[in-house]
T-cell receptor, first 115, second 111 residues
């Protein structure tokens, strides 16, 4: 298996532009997570999906952020408009159906820089 | 208060040393516990799950103390390659599959 695949690896954009991050979870995994990591705040959960349905989006910072999962093999995280404080590494992760011994697998992340 | 807390370190230790990290969690109804390793500019990777009875994987030992609400990671005979940030993760039983991460403890193993 190729693991969780994210694109792009790096994104540099100017304030006010729209940014779209993409993720392909591991095949067969029911859960997909979007995390953001910064030095100040560590690894923060933004939103997660179960069977393509958003379960908890309480970590999404504000209305500028939105996430979709149109099918089991693809998800997007969109920021519109982007701001410098959105600069961070964004990780997508997936796991199998909850069994009490879940293992979370991360993609390589997208390093976002908003100038 | 954050759900999961760790000492950020850094822990600077010589090769061959034994080092231990703790991670405290706020909710007594926690279900599952994990240690992840994150190398600089890389994604976190699962190091080991933490079982109630404690578990060992080579030089690594993980323990759970439910009464005091913390998990620990012990690394024996530290190697230079152990240098990384170690993140603990907790799943609360009322929110199945939602992983809460600590901010990580940085370990530097020196020659």
């Amino acid at each position: 298996d190729a693991g969780v695949i994210q694109s792009p690896r790096h994104e540099v954009t100017e304030m006010g532009q729209e940014v779209t991050l993409r993720c392909k979870p591991i095949s067969g995994h029911d859960y997909l997570f979007w995390y953001r990591q910064t030095m100040m705040r560590g690894l923060e959960l933004l939103i997660y999906f179960n069977n393509n349905v958003p379960i908890d989006d309480s970590g999404m910072p504000e209305d500028r952020f939105s996430a979709k999962m149109p099918n089991a093999s693809f998800s997007t995280l969109k920021i519109q408009p982007s701001e410098p404080r959105d600069s961070a590494v964004y990780f997508c992760a997936s796991s199998e159906k909850g069994t009490g011994n879940e293992k979370l697998f991360f993609g390589s992340g997208t390093q976002l820089s908003v100038l | 208060r954050k759900e999961v807390e760790q000492d950020p370190g850094p822990f600077n230790v010589p090769e061959g040393a034994t080092v231990a990290f703790n991670c405290t969690y706020s909710n007594s109804a926690s279900q599952s516990f994990f240690w992840y390793r994150q190398d600089c500019r890389k994604e976190p990777k699962l190091l080991m799950s933490v079982y109630s009875s404690g578990n060992e994987d080579g030089r690594f030992t993980a323990q759970l103390n439910r009464a005091s609400q913390y998990i620990s990671l012990l690394i024996r005979d530290s190697k230079l390659s152990d240098s990384a940030t170690y993140l603990c993760a907790v799943i609360f039983s009322y929110n199945f599959n939602k992983f809460y991460f600590g901010s990580g403890t940085k370990l530097n193993v020196k020659p």
